[in-house]
């Protein structure tokens, strides 16, 4: 990209200073157009970084949604036994099973339930 930019750098520079002889205008050039690939290269690199944090970010929420998705089916099996047991009577209790407070629609039938294992 800066190779492009080469012809307007030389504009520019002939416009700044018309008096500037053919090397110092060449010198001129020559540092603007490292500043440019330098410009080019801090922004290469901290796209870069942040798309390593994203990824980071994105592996973190999955472990996080595995981990929601174990405590789902752990209250579901608590439900399931105290139910069978009758010990939980969700007519009684006014609230219904516990799972009912713990659900997440996009994470309760993610994984298969810790009595299918």
């Not at 105290?82 to 996009?106: E, I, K, N």
Request: aromatic share 6%.
């Amino acid at each position: 990209m800066t190779h492009s930019l080469t012809p307007t750098v030389i504009g520019m520079v002939r416009l700044a200073f018309p008096n500037a002889g053919m090397a110092e205008v060449g010198d001129l050039v020559q540092e603007l157009t490292e500043l440019v690939r330098q410009r080019e290269k801090e922004t290469h690199d901290h796209h870069a970084q942040q798309l390593h944090w994203i990824g980071s970010l994105e592996n973190h929420i999955c472990k996080l949604n595995f981990q929601i998705a174990g405590y789902q089916r752990t209250i579901r099996d608590v439900d399931s036994c105290l139910q069978a047991t009758g010990l939980l009577d969700p007519q009684l209790a006014g609230t219904g099973f516990l799972g009912t407070h713990y659900r997440s629609s996009d994470a309760v039938n993610s994984l298969p339930s810790s009595l299918t294992l």
